[in-house]
C-alpha cells in the first residue's frame, strides 16, 4: 500500500482530468483512459454530518460516489491514499436556491401608461400568461458555467437546486453539481422542486398589475388545473397547465420578497392542500410566531443590509428607524429560526458578492445561530427540503462524493478549505493549506547545528532559527518547496539562502552562503505546532435593540393590551336615543361598552378622568387605501372581481398608527378606481401591532369596489386600448358581467371555477356589497338601473359628488351615500360637486357618510363632518355619525359599532375638545378596549423613537469605520396609496420634491 | 340711520341666478359703520363691543360712539367677529381651472430662467373657484407661477374684480424660483439618467446657473442704456433694490441652507415657500429675518419617524422662534382647497399657537411677507378695508359662517356656485 501523499498533490490536481464517468455514448479522440476514482482519505476528522463527527476516520470514494467512511474501515490495495491528519472533511453544502448556470431574468418593462397587452407573448400551447410558466423545465436550459462554479466550490458547495427565478409560477429546478463537467453528468436530479412566487418578472403581459392580481391569478390556476384534469375540449393542450399538475408531486418552493408574502403563500397553499417551502427574504425574525404557524420549512438568505452612510443628519432624518432596526437585527434572522424550532436551509442566493458568505455566515452565528444547525442548514436539511437527501447532504455509503476538506472546523474564524470534491474530483481551493509547516525543527546544517521554530499559518509563518543567539528568517513556501533566508551570523549584511522540499516531518536540501559556497541542509521536526481546538471560538454577539410589533418607529416591544376602563364625568355622544349626555361614565370590561350612565363604578377597571372632554364612538372610515400593499389597482382588465384587499393587508403601515391619532378606529380600505369592476374590499379595525388576519374586522359581510366615469374609461389616456371608453361602454361592461354572472351559475357540474364569477354571483346572491366610486348623475343613474334589472341593490355609491342631483333617485333604490366634505373641480367629472352635498342627500333621506380616501384627510374626518354643518346647517349629532353610525350602517356593522351603547365594541375616542371643532384632538383612541393611541404616551414615544434612531446612527459611524462598505442614504418613502393618479390631493411632500429632481424637469424649449 | 340691508337684498335676489350674472360690486360710495363685534385686529389685540368705520375703502376703529345718520350705513353686528380679509398666498388660483385638464392649465411655462414671466397677464377672474374663496373670508392672494429654475413673476390680487387689471393689488412684486431637490431619491429610485447620478450635485450646479444668471443681470442693470435690451435682466430690477421679494420654493434643510446664501450673494429679500422642514432651523431663519411661506399645514409629516403632528405644530415653532411666516395651499388642486385656509390656521392654533397668532398667520403676517401690510392684513386705521363679519369663530368650521365681506370698502356678493346649485337642488327637493 502506497501512500499518496500530499507532496504530489498539486500535480493531481493540474492533470486530473475531471468527470470520472465517462460517458459512453460519446465517442473518444484519444486512447480509453478510464479512471475508477478509487480514493481513501485517512486520518481525517470526518463530520459525517451535523450530528456525528468521526476522529480519525477513513472516507473511500470510487466512481464519484462514496464507499465507505468510518473508523475502522479497510483501505483498499488500489485506491489512492490521502493522508489527512488534522484536517476535516465536511459533507460540500447543498444550496435549494441557486439560479447558477441559467440566463439572467430580463426585466419587464411593464408601463402603466404603455399600450396594453392583454394575453401571453409566449409563442406555443401555453398559458393564457405569460408569468405561468410551469412547463419550464430549467435542467433543459442549465449549462455549465466554471466561472461560477468555481466561486461557489470556495465556499464549499457541491451541488445546488438551480431555476431561473422568473415569473410567478416558474417550473421546476435541477439539482446540479458544480462539477466542470458536460451537462448530462452534472445534473444530478432533473427535477427537484417547482417553484412560485408573486413576482411577474420578464413577462410583458398587464396582468397581473399588482400583489393582489398575482394572488388571484395563482388560485385560479389552481382551480384551472383541477379543471384541467378532466381534460376539456374547450382548453385543447395546454402544456402550462398539464405540467403544473404533473409538478404537484414534488417539494413546492415559493420564493417571497417581505414578511408578509410569507403568510400570503402559506394562505394559498392551505387553501389548496400544499405545503409551501418559503424562500425567505431576510425579514422573517420580525414575525418569527407567525412564521412558525405556517408549519413551513424555509430557505434564509445570508445577504444582510449594507451599512449606511450616515454622516448627514438632515438626510438620515429621512431614513426610518425600521430600516436601521433592520440593518441591526438581520443577522439574528437564523438564529430566531432555530430558536423558535423551524426547519431551515441557508442559501448563498441573493449575495450581491458570494465571498461575503462565509463572514455573514459566521456573523449569523455570531447572533445565536449554532454551528451545529448552520451546518445542518448547509447540507442534510436542504437536501431533505428537495428530496435528494438519498444523493448528497451528508456522507453516507452510495452518496455522490461531495466533500470538502478544511484546515478545522468549517466555520471557525482561522479556517480554511483546502480542497473542494465534487463527484469524486478534487477542486483547488487553497492548496497551499495542506502543508503546514508549522513546529520546531533540529536542522544540520553542514557541521553546525541549531533549532527551527516555525510558527503560524501558511502564507503568515513567522521563524527563527535559535543557536546561541536567536536569528529571524525569512520563509517562502509553493506547496512542498520552501525558501529560508537570514542574515549570516559572521556579517550581518550578508544573507543565507536556503532551497529544500518539505517531506511532512522533514525539510531537506541546499544553501548557499554569503561566502557562495554551496551547502546541504536538513531539517528534522521534533516538535509539531500545538492545533487550536479552540478555533471554533466566535466573538460575543453584541447587543441589538429590540423587535418591535409592528416594525417602525412606533411599534412596541408588547403590543398594547385590553384593559377594563372607566371613563368618568365626560361629554359623551352616544350616537343613540338619549343624544349627547353630559358629566357622563363610559365602562369598558373585556373589549365591550358595558354601561353608559352617570355615577358608574367598577373596582377591575382604570379610571379614566374625562372632565372637559369628549367621548365619541371611534371614527369609520368608508373609503380608504392605508394598510394596503403591492397595488391597490389591478388595472389590467375591466372586471377583476377575483383581486382582494385582504390578500394584501399591510399591518407595518405608519399610516394607520397615524389614523389612530385622528380618531379612526376602522377603515373600508377598497380596491382603486381604475376597472368598473375592481376587487374585493377588506373592513379593518386597527388594532395597532397585530398581524393582517388580526387586523381584519371579524364576520362582516364582504364587499366590492366597482368605479364608473374618469377613471374607468382612462381619461387621461389619448389612446386608451381598453375597452370601455365611455360612460356608453361602462353600462355594457356591468350588463355584460352580470350576464355572464348568471350564464356561469347555469352550466352543470364540472365547469371551470372562476374566480371572477363566483364573486359576482355572490352580488346577485346579496352575500357581497357594492361600493361604487361614481360622480356624475347620469352615471350614478346607469348603475342604478342595471342594478335594478339584475335584481340587487347598489349598498353605497361612493364620491358621490354629484349625488345630490339625484338623492331621490338612490332614496328610492336603497342606495348608501360615501362622499367628501367639500372635495371638487380637481377634475371635469367634479365640476359641480359643492359642500353641501351630505346635507341634501341626508335631507332626502340617504343614509350618508364623510369618507376620506386620504391618509391624511381621515385623520381629520370629524372635522370634515362639521364643514356640514358650517355649509348647510346640519346638526352636530348628525354630522357626527356621518363619520360614525352611519358608514357602519353602510358597512352592516352597526350591532357592534358606530355608537355607545352597552353591548357594543369599546371603539372609542376621548377627544379634548368638541368633536367637531377644529380644536379637538383625539388624546385616546380606544379599539377594543385596548387604547391603541395615547397622545401623552406618544410624546414619549418619539423621544424613544430617536433615541433609537441615534444609537442606530452612531452603531453605524462606528461600522464604517470598522471598515465596513457603506452605502449613501436614501430616504425610506411609502407610496401613498390613492384611488387613482388623476385623483390628485397630492399632500406628499415626496411628490412635491419628485417633481423638483432635475432629472425629471423637463423645461427644454425645442 | 338707516341698516345696511341693500346688498344683503340684493345678494338673496341673485341669489338663483348663474355665477355668469355674478358681478363685482362698484366702489364705495356711502360710508359704513359696524356696531357691537368682537374685533380681532390681526396683530394679536382683540377689541370686544368694537365699532368699525369704512369711508372710501379705508377702515378706522372707532373709539367713541358712531355717529349714525342717513347718510351712514349701519351694520349691527352684535355678537359676531370681525377679521380682516383672509390673504392666501402662493397660488394658481385663476391661472388654472380643472387641474387634470391641460386646456385649463396656465401656470407652468417651458424654459429655465423666466422672470419676465407674469402670473396676472393670465389671472382669470372669473375663475369658479374664486367666489367659494371670498364666502370663507379669503380676500387677496399672490398668483404664482411655477416651473423652470426662475419661474415668473407674481402678483397680489384681490378677489372681487371685472379683468386682472382691477384685481391687481399689488403688481409683480415678487420674482420665484423653485429650487432642485437636495436630497438622493427615496428608496434608491432611479431617475432618467438613472440612480448612479447624484442629484445633489446635479441640482447645486443647477442653482449655480441661477447665480450667474443674477450676477449678469446686476451688472447690466448697472448701465441705463443698452444696445439690446434683455427682457429676462430687466424683469429683475426690483430684487436689487429691494422692492420685490425673491421667493425660493424648497423645503428641505440644505435647500433653505443654500437658499439663504443664495439671497445673501445678491442682497435680496428672501421669502421661502414650502419649508416643510423649516421647524429643524426655525433659529436660522430668524436671525437671517427670512420670512416662511408654509406648505399646507393639513399634510402628513414629511419622514415616516416624524411626530404625527409635525406639519399641525410647524407654525408654533416658527413662531416660537420668532420667524415670520404664513401658510398656503400650493399642493396639486390646492387652489380648490384655499377655502379651507382659516381651518388650517386653527389647526395650527390646537398645535401651539394662540387663537391670535394663528389669525395673524393668514391676515397680518402674509400682508407683511407680501409687502402689502401697509395697505392690509389687520384692522388698523388708515388700512384698506378688507374686513370680513362672521357669525362665529372664522377658524373653526364648527361656527364659521361669513356674514358679510369688504373688500377695499366694497360690500362683496357672497354668493358661489356652490351656493346656487345647493338653492336649485333644495327647490327640487323642497328642502
Not at chain 1, 557541521?447 to 499559518?457: F, M, P, S
Request: proline content about 3%.
Amino acid at each position: 500500500m502506497k501512500i499518496f501523499s500530499f507532496r504530489s498533490l498539486g500535480v493531481l490536481l493540474t492533470f486530473l482530468v475531471h468527470g470520472l464517468q465517462a460517458q459512453v455514448t460519446f465517442p473518444i479522440n484519444d486512447v480509453a483512459n478510464p479512471r475508477a476514482g478509487y480514493y481513501a482519505f485517512v486520518h481525517a476528522t470526518v463530520v459525517k454530518d451535523a450530528k456525528t463527527t468521526l476522529q480519525n476516520a477513513t472516507l473511500i470514494i470510487k466512481q464519484g460516489r462514496i464507499e465507505a467512511v468510518g473508523t475502522a474501515v479497510a483501505i483498499p490495495k488500489d485506491a489512492v491514499v490521502i493522508e489527512c491528519k488534522g484536517k476535516f472533511i465536511y459533507p460540500s453544502f447543498v444550496d435549494a436556491f441557486s439560479d447558477y448556470g441559467m440566463e439572467a431574468v430580463s426585466a419587464s418593462n411593464y408601463s402603466y401608461r404603455a399600450p396594453s397587452q392583454m394575453l401571453s407573448n409566449t409563442k406555443g400551447p401555453f398559458s393564457w400568461n405569460q408569468a405561468l410558466k410551469s412547463e419550464v423545465e430549467h435542467a433543459k436550459h442549465f449549462v455549465v458555467n466554471e466561472s461560477k462554479a468555481k466561486d461557489l466550490r470556495k465556499l464549499g458547495f457541491g451541488s445546488v437546486s438551480t431555476l431561473q427565478a422568473d415569473g410567478i409560477s416558474r417550473g421546476t429546478s435541477a439539482l446540479v453539481s458544480l462539477a466542470k463537467d458536460r451537462e448530462n453528468m452534472v445534473i444530478l436530479k432533473e427535477k427537484t422542486a417547482a417553484h412560485f412566487s408573486f413576482e411577474k418578472g420578464s413577462s410583458t403581459q398587464d396582468y397581473p398589475g399588482s400583489l393582489m392580481g398575482s394572488v388571484a391569478l395563482l388560485r385560479q390556476n389552481f382551480l384551472d388545473a383541477q379543471w384541467y384534469k378532466s381534460k376539456p375540449a374547450q382548453e385543447g393542450l395546454n402544456l402550462s397547465l398539464d405540467r403544473f399538475n404533473q409538478n404537484a408531486g414534488l417539494p413546492q418552493i415559493f420564493a417571497v420578497t417581505e414578511k408578509w408574502n410569507v403568510l400570503r403563500a402559506d394562505k394559498i397553499g392551505d387553501e389548496f392542500g400544499v405545503q409551501y417551502i418559503i424562500k425567505g427574504s431576510g425579514d422573517e425574525y420580525q414575525r418569527i410566531d407567525e412564521m412558525k404557524a405556517t408549519k413551513a420549512a424555509f430557505i434564509l438568505p445570508l445577504a444582510f443590509p449594507q451599512t449606511i452612510d450616515v454622516e448627514d443628519p438632515t438626510d438620515m432624518r429621512f431614513v426610518n428607524v425600521a430600516e436601521l432596526k433592520h440593518w441591526e437585527l438581520a443577522p439574528t434572522n437564523p438564529a430566531a429560526f432555530e430558536k423558535a424550532n423551524i426547519s431551515f436551509a441557508l442559501t448563498a442566493n441573493g449575495l450581491k458578492d458570494v465571498t461575503t458568505f462565509l463572514p455573514n455566515l459566521r456573523k449569523a452565528i455570531q447572533y445565536g445561530l449554532s454551528e451545529q444547525r448552520a451546518l445542518e442548514a448547509l447540507t442534510v436539511t436542504p437536501a431533505q427540503l428537495l428530496g435528494v437527501a438519498d444523493l448528497v447532504g451528508t456522507l453516507d455509503q452510495g452518496k455522490v462524493a461531495n466533500f470538502f476538506i478544511s484546515t478545522g472546523p468549517v466555520f471557525a474564524e482561522k479556517s480554511a478549505i483546502i480542497e473542494n470534491w465534487v463527484q469524486g474530483s478534487a477542486y483547488a481551493v487553497q492548496t497551499d493549506l495542506w502543508t503546514n509547516l508549522a513546529g520546531t525543527y533540529q536542522v544540520s546544517l553542514g557541521a553546525n547545528t541549531a533549532k527551527l521554530v516555525i510558527q503560524g499559518e501558511p502564507g503568515s509563518y513567522k521563524a527563527s532559527l535559535i543557536a546561541s543567539d536567536t536569528t529571524q528568517v525569512d520563509l517562502s513556501q509553493k506547496d512542498q518547496l520552501v525558501n529560508l533566508g537570514y542574515a549570516s551570523k559572521a556579517d550581518k549584511s550578508q544573507r543565507v539562502r536556503l532551497t529544500g522540499s518539505y517531506d511532512g516531518t522533514s525539510i531537506s536540501g541546499t544553501g548557499q552562503l554569503a561566502s557562495g559556497n554551496w551547502i546541504s541542509w536538513k531539517a528534522i521536526r521534533s516538535e509539531a505546532a500545538k492545533s487550536d481546538s479552540s478555533l471554533a471560538k466566535v466573538t460575543k454577539p453584541e447587543a441589538v435593540g429590540d423587535v418591535v410589533f409592528p416594525f417602525n418607529g412606533f411599534g412596541q416591544k408588547t403590543i398594547a393590551k385590553q384593559e377594563n376602563l372607566l371613563i368618568q364625568h365626560a361629554t359623551v355622544w352616544t350616537n343613540e336615543k338619549q343624544g349627547v349626555l353630559k358629566d357622563a361614565d363610559v365602562l369598558v370590561k373585556a373589549g365591550k361598552i358595558v354601561q353608559v350612565g352617570k355615577g358608574l363604578k367598577d373596582a377591575s377597571a382604570r379610571i379614566v378622568d374625562g372632565t372637559g372632554k369628549h367621548v365619541t364612538a371611534g371614527i369609520i372610515d368608508e373609503h380608504s387605501h392605508v394598510g394596503a400593499t403591492g397595488g391597490i389597482n389591478e388595472c389590467t382588465q375591466s372586471v377583476t372581481a377575483e383581486a382582494r384587499i385582504a390578500d394584501v393587508i399591510d399591518p407595518d403601515d405608519v399610516d394607520i398608527y397615524r389614523q389612530l391619532s385622528g380618531g379612526v378606529t376602522a377603515s373600508h380600505i377598497l380596491h382603486g378606481s381604475c376597472n368598473v369592476i375592481g376587487g374585493q374590499t377588506q373592513l379593518l379595525k386597527f388594532r395597532w401591532g397585530q398581524n393582517a388576519e388580526a387586523l381584519k374586522f371579524s364576520n362582516w359581510d364582504p364587499f366590492i369596489k366597482f368605479a364608473l366615469g374618469e377613471n374607468v374609461k382612462r381619461s387621461w389616456n389619448t389612446s386608451n386600448p381598453r375597452f370601455p371608453d365611455t360612460r356608453m361602454g361602462v353600462e355594457q361592461v356591468l350588463t355584460d358581467a352580470f350576464t355572464r354572472a348568471r350564464d356561469y351559475e347555469k352550466q352543470g357540474p364540472g365547469k371551470r371555477i372562476d374566480l371572477e364569477l363566483e364573486t359576482l354571483l355572490e352580488i346577485l346572491n346579496k352575500k357581497r356589497f357594492i361600493t361604487c366610486h361614481s360622480y356624475v348623475q347620469s352615471e350614478i343613474n346607469a348603475i342604478l338601473k342595471v342594478a335594478d334589472k339584475f335584481g340587487f341593490t347598489v349598498n353605497t355609491l361612493t364620491h358621490i359628488l354629484e349625488g345630490y342631483k339625484v338623492a331621490d333617485k338612490m332614496k328610492a333604490h336603497g342606495a348608501s351615500a360615501s362622499t367628501f366634505g367639500d372635495w371638487w373641480n380637481y377634475k371635469m367629472e367634479v365640476l359641480d360637486a359643492i359642500p353641501q352635498n351630505a346635507a341634501i342627500m341626508q335631507a332626502v333621506g340617504v343614509n350618508v357618510a364623510i369618507n376620506s380616501d386620504d391618509a391624511e384627510m381621515a385623520r381629520r374626518l370629524n372635522q370634515e363632518a362639521a364643514k356640514s354643518v358650517k355649509y348647510a346647517g346640519m346638526s352636530e349629532e348628525d354630522a357626527l355619525k356621518m363619520v360614525t353610525l352611519n358608514p357602519a350602517k353602510m358597512l352592516h356593522v352597526a350591532d357592534r359599532v358606530g355608537s355607545i351603547a352597552p353591548g357594543k365594541d369599546a371603539d372609542l375616542v376621548i377627544w379634548s375638545d368638541h368633536p367637531l371643532s377644529i380644536y379637538a384632538k383625539s388624546e385616546k383612541t380606544i379599539v377594543d378596549g385596548t387604547v391603541v393611541f395615547d397622545r401623552a404616551e406618544d410624546a414619549k414615544l418619539q423621544v424613544s423613537l430617536q433615541a433609537e434612531k441615534q444609537r442606530l446612527i452612531q452603531k453605524m459611524i462606528a461600522s464604517k469605520k470598522g471598515g465596513a462598505p457603506t452605502r449613501a442614504s436614501a430616504p425610506s418613502v411609502k407610496k401613498q396609496n390613492m384611488c387613482e393618479e388623476d385623483h390628485n390631493h397630492d399632500k406628499s411632500l415626496w411628490e412635491r420634491i419628485a417633481s423638483r429632481y432635475i432629472d425629471d424637469v423637463d423645461h427644454t424649449i425645442e | 340711520m338707516k341698516k345696511l340691508l341693500i346688498p344683503i337684498f340684493c345678494f338673496l335676489g341673485l341669489s338663483l341666478m348663474a355665477q355668469e350674472t355674478m358681478h363685482p360690486s362698484p366702489a364705495q360710495t356711502k360710508k359704513i359703520v359696524i356696531t357691537g363685534a368682537t374685533l380681532h385686529i390681526g396683530n394679536g389685540q382683540v377689541i370686544s363691543n368694537g365699532t368699525v368705520s369704512i369711508d372710501k375703502g379705508k377702515l378706522t376703529i372707532l373709539t367713541s360712539a358712531p355717529t349714525l345718520s342717513a347718510d351712514v350705513d349701519h351694520i349691527d353686528a352684535t355678537g359676531k367677529h370681525i377679521y380682516p380679509g383672509v390673504i392666501a398666498p402662493n397660488t394658481n388660483l385663476g391661472l388654472v381651472e380643472v387641474s387634470s385638464t391641460k386646456s385649463t392649465v396656465d401656470y407652468d411655462e417651458l424654459g429655465e430662467i423666466n422672470p419676465n414671466i407674469r402670473s396676472i397677464v393670465a389671472y382669470n377672474t372669473d375663475s369658479k373657484v374664486i367666489n367659494t374663496l371670498r364666502t370663507n373670508g379669503v380676500l387677496l392672494a399672490q398668483i404664482v407661477p411655477q416651473g423652470g429654475l426662475i419661474s415668473g413673476s407674481s402678483t397680489i390680487v384681490q378677489l372681487d374684480a371685472w379683468n386682472w387689471e382691477d384685481a391687481a393689488y399689488a403688481l409683480d412684486n415678487g420674482v420665484h424660483m423653485t429650487f432642485p431637490a437636495l436630497i438622493n431619491r427615496p428608496n434608491g429610485g432611479g431617475g432618467r439618467r438613472g440612480a448612479d447620478s447624484d442629484p445633489v450635485k446635479a441640482g447645486l450646479e443647477r442653482i449655480e446657473s441661477g447665480r450667474v444668471f443674477f450676477r449678469e443681470a446686476k451688472a447690466y442693470l448697472n448701465e441705463k442704456t443698452h444696445a439690446a435690451i434683455n427682457l429676462k435682466f430687466e424683469a429683475t430690477k426690483g430684487l436689487f433694490d429691494r422692492t420685490k421679494s425673491l421667493y425660493v420654493h424648497c423645503d428641505l434643510v440644505k435647500e433653505m441652507l443654500t437658499a439663504i446664501d443664495f439671497a445673501k450673494e445678491f442682497n435680496f429679500k428672501l421669502v421661502i415657500a414650502g419649508g416643510a422642514d423649516s421647524w429643524m432651523i426655525a433659529d436660522i431663519l430668524a436671525a437671517n429675518q427670512v420670512a416662511v411661506i408654509l406648505h399646507e399645514p393639513h399634510a402628513l409629516p414629511a419622514a415616516e419617524d416624524d411626530a404625527v403632528d409635525q406639519p399641525y405644530k410647524t407654525g408654533a415653532q416658527l413662531q416660537k422662534a420668532g420667524v415670520l411666516f404664513t401658510i398656503c395651499q400650493d399642493s396639486g388642486d390646492g387652489y380648490t382647497q384655499i377655502r379651507n385656509l382659516p381651518f388650517m390656521a386653527g389647526t395650527m392654533s390646537a398645535y401651539g399657537l394662540t387663537r391670535e397668532e394663528a389669525l395673524s398667520a393668514i391676515t397680518l403676517n402674509p400682508a407683511k411677507i407680501l409687502g402689502i401690510a401697509d395697505r392690509t392684513g389687520s384692522l388698523e386705521n388708515g388700512k384698506d378695508a378688507n374686513i370680513v363679519i362672521c357669525q362665529g369663530d372664522l377658524l373653526d368650521m364648527k361656527s364659521s359662517v361669513v356674514t358679510h365681506a369688504f373688500i377695499q370698502g366694497r360690500a362683496i356678493d357672497l354668493n358661489n356656485k356652490h351656493t346656487q346649485l345647493y338653492n336649485r337642488y333644495k327647490y327640487k327637493y323642497n328642502l
